[in-house]
């Protein structure tokens, strides 16, 4: 078997890389993939959890179709704003929304 | 039905209150019948209860009734009545000219605005001062003692259209209120010292000698500064004369007969604690004295009818202290009783002159009216007389008694004071009396409309004046034992513990009063004789200092004028310095500025990007972890 550690090694990366995408990336529609990139990381957290911890329960993978729900519905939303934006501005990079400051 | 029941004589006025306020105005003839079947209402229940309280057996001992009003941890308050024979006659007199003054009223007011609301404080201002008079604890007092406050200043600011009368009846309430805050503060000292309000229990314990001495003094001073407020005591008489603004029926029953009286009325309820605290009873007599003497001078200038009636009236407070300063409650009831007669008729003739002559108050203008208003003319002249002290009119009994409990107490010196100011009572009554009523009129066209009131003001008038005249003899004892009071008023009326005196004819005294009284009328006779102002404006030519000082009654009225200015006026200055420039620019304005200028600069931080926040996230996150991270080691 897998040990944990892999598991939560690859999550990790996962995760990072997502970070890495919202902070370089200036799309948004990019941003929005590095954004569900860091939400799997975190499911793949729960589910390898629940199997080593806890093997009997599926706790763990309830939460992780919570998340799954909630990133759709986030993806929705975001896509929904990204596609306003696009309409006003003819663009989708971030940088040139900058209007929402003093 | 009996004394225990005395509260109703409170109750059924202030229902006739409730009734005459709410519907008063949709009322025919605004409900003035009402207001003087209130009053006569009143009336018999205190013959009621005057009746039971003289036939009760024994030795006319107090009627208590109380009831536990509040019950709160360590603290029992009871309130209740107390009925003596001071209460009693306190009663008779609130009584007798509230029923006098309403049925006048209803022909003096006719016409006038507002005229329901006249009859239904009327029955608030009866209904709270015989509450006053009955209440057996100082916080009931002092409700009451608020309460005939209000109706004053609702009362002298009746014709709220004219400034003057609104000034009044704030200037009446402020300086009765600098007086009322002692009250209050004397009823708290001592309820901190006995642990209850009731007034017979705190004289109980005052006499048992629970409480200190100096504390006993400084509270029963305390106590004294309501009553000088609201008796209109030197340095405090100022309010009375400018509460002549009031409708004249007002001025007669409550700044006259009754209200005024208040200050007398709780001065001999505890009398007892003056007599025990040093030196309370000579500053109670100094006090009479010194407001008898200066009022006296100050009635001598003014023209004003009304003016001269309101000096007047402070001066007999005065007397009236003077005899509680001797230690003789009885003779100050009784003074105030004589007083409450026959200042009330005087006050309603003047009413009735003021009535006729279409609102003329001042003497320039009248004169010779006796002729054209002969019930009125009589009756007040035979008010004037009583109250420069003619035997065997009412004024005479009461003032001779005092001079003699006066010279018994202080001796010489006091008599003479209050000897000067008889004279010129007598002097300024007669003064008034010729100048109203004899000689050339004045104003030819005044004089030319005068006419004769209706009934329903002289009817009152000459009731009055047969009290006035007759009502001082009750101090014989054959008398007083004919009405039913046993031993005369005299003996009706005294202190625990004191042995009832019985009154007897000093000759010596007697013959001295009759000279004062008869000096002060000769004196203005001589001077006014036919309405001629050729001697006075001689007078006051001769040294118009002294007349200009007269006229504007010693500069009270500007000493306050200039503390208010320069002292109040200074300190107010210093409180909108602070306000402005501490609490609002500092506190206030300057918590708003230190605000804006942090949101000023932290705004710059709202860069409005959407990557620079998510770099704020992030980081934040990070610092998170590493913070966690250390603290947890």
């Known amino acids: 078997m897998v040990p944990l550690e892999n598991y939560l090694v690859l999550s990790a990366i996962i995760f990072s890389l997502g970070v890495y995408g919202v902070l370089a990336r200036r799309n948004a529609v990019l941003i929005l993939m590095s954004v569900e990139l860091m939400l799997n990381a975190v499911s793949l957290n729960f589910i390898a959890f629940a199997a080593y911890l806890d093997p009997d329960k599926i706790t763990g993978a309830i939460f992780a179709v919570f998340v799954i729900t909630v990133a759709a519905a986030e993806v929705g939303l975001a896509l929904a704003i990204v596609i306003r934006l696009f309409r006003n501005r003819a663009t989708s990079n971030v940088d040139e929304a900058a209007i929402m400051k003093w | ?633």
């Open chain 2, 1 to 633: 039905m009996g004394a225990e029941q005395a509260w109703l004589l409170a109750a059924v006025p202030a229902g006739f209150f409730l009734v005459l306020a709410l519907f008063g105005r949709q009322l025919p003839r605004g409900g003035d019948y009402l207001g003087v079947l209130s009053i006569v209402s009143a009336f018999v229940l205190f013959i009621v209860v005057l009746v039971d309280f003289l036939d009760t057996p024994g030795k006319l001992g107090p009627v208590v009734n109380s009831m536990e009003w509040s019950n709160v941890g360590e603290f029992k308050l009871r309130m209740g009545t107390f009925i003596d024979p001071i209460t009693i006659t306190m009663f008779g007199v609130i009584t007798i000219v509230s029923v006098m003054v309403n049925v006048f009223s209803v022909g003096y007011m006719k016409g006038e605005p507002r005229y329901f609301w006249f009859f239904a404080v009327l029955q608030l201002f009866v209904a709270s001062m015989l509450l006053l008079v009955m209440a057996d604890n100082l916080l009931l007092v002092y409700i009451a003692w608020e309460l005939v406050g209000v109706c004053s200043f609702l009362l002298i600011g009746f014709y709220w259209e004219k400034r003057s009368a609104t000034e009044a009846a704030k200037k009446a309430f402020i300086t009765t209120r600098l007086g009322d805050v002692g009250l209050l503060i004397g009823i708290i000292l001592f309820w901190r010292a006995t642990g209850t309000f009731n007034i017979q229990e705190i004289i109980h314990a005052a006499e048992q000698g629970q409480i200190g001495d100096t504390y006993l003094f400084v509270s029963i001073m305390f106590v004294f500064l309501g009553c000088m407020g609201k008796s209109a005591q030197v340095p405090f008489h100022v309010w009375l004369p400018d509460a002549m603004e009031g409708p004249t029926p007002v001025s007669a029953l409550i700044h006259a007969a009754t209200m005024v009286v208040a200050g007398v009325y709780l001065t001999a309820r505890l009398l007892p604690i003056f007599e025990v605290a040093d030196g309370a009873l000579l500053v109670v007599t100094l006090v009479g004295l010194t407001t008898a003497l200066l009022t006296g001078f100050m009635a001598l200038a003014q023209t004003d009818i009304k003016k001269v009636l309101a000096y007047s009236t402070v001066g007999q407070l005065g007397f009236m202290f003077v005899a509680l300063g001797t230690g003789h409650p009885a003779i100050a009831i009784f003074h105030l009783t004589t007083h409450a007669f026959f200042k009330a008729l005087l006050f309603l003739g003047s009413g009735s002159v003021i009535h006729a002559t279409h609102h003329n108050q001042e003497m320039d203008k009248l004169g010779g009216l006796w002729r054209k208003m002969p019930i009125t003319g009589t009756t007040f002249f035979i008010g004037s007389l009583a109250l420069a002290g003619l035997p065997p009119l009412a004024g005479f009994w009461s003032k001779d008694e005092i001079f003699v409990a006066l010279n018994d107490k202080w001796g010489a010196w006091a008599v003479l004071i209050l000897g000067f100011a008889a004279v010129m009572t007598a002097f300024y009554t007669t003064r008034l009396f010729i100048r109203t009523f004899m000689g050339k009129p004045m104003d030819e066209q005044v004089h030319e409309h005068t006419h004769e009131s209706g009934f329903v003001m002289t009817g009152p008038l000459m009731f009055l004046a047969l009290l006035a005249a007759v009502s001082g003899l009750v101090v014989f004892h054959q008398v007083g034992k004919g009405l039913g009071f046993p031993g005369g008023i005299t003996e009706f009326i005294f202190l625990p513990g004191e042995h009832p005196h019985r009154y007897h004819i000093d000759w010596g005294f007697a013959a001295a009063s009759l000279a004062m009284a008869t000096v002060g009328i000769w004196g203005a006779a001589w001077m006014y004789w036919g309405n001629s102002l050729k001697r006075s404006t001689a007078l006051a030519e001769w040294n118009p200092g002294v007349y200009r000082m007269l006229k504007s009654k010693f500069y009270f009225d500007e000493l306050y004028q200039a503390v208010i200015d320069r002292g109040v006026l200074g300190f107010s200055y210093l409180v909108s310095w602070f306000d402005r420039y501490v609490v609002n620019d500092t506190g206030v304005d300057g918590s708003a500025q230190v605000t804006g200028f942090t949101g000023g600069v932290l705004k710059y931080l709202q860069t409005g990007r959407v990557p620079n926040y998510a770099m704020a996230i992030a980081l934040g996150v990070i610092g998170l972890t590493v913070a966690g991270l250390v603290v947890r080691g």
